[in-house]
């Protein structure tokens, strides 16, 4: 019998154990002082996979490029993320997207933003 079963990834206003996190490095912002929580709520047996959590105050940060592939569902809040390219797309709860490994992009949170998120690492294309 296997002891893996199914994850509930829970949408409402509460996250039980959300904790202060630091994936907004210093040299990656560009406005405001982001405060950002936390949790992973699934992680797979290699290491690969990580599903959670993640919330912040409005700021502006650069991810240059993202070191994994992400998909973003946002709870609340609003992002503006603009591309290497200049052009700009707006996000806002309710919408989704996909940040591709090796993207290059700067987040302009506009609102407190709360998103659950999966990520796969570039290790995971290695194995």
Known sequence: MSDLKC?????????PGIEPTDF??????????????????????TGQL????????????????????????LIEGLIEVTEEDGSVETYKAGDSFIMPRGCKCTWDVKEPVRKLYVVLTAEAYQG
């Open 7 to 15: 994850v509930r990834i829970p949408t409402g206003a509460t996250f």
């Open 24 to 45: 907004i490095t210093p040299d990656m912002i560009k406005a405001g002082e982001p405060k950002e929580y936390g949790r992973s709520l699934y992680a797979d047996q």
């Open 50 to 73: 990580d599903a959670g959590v993640w919330e912040c105050q409005p700021h502006k940060h650069v991810n240059d490029p993202s070191p994994y592939d992400e998909f973003v569902y």
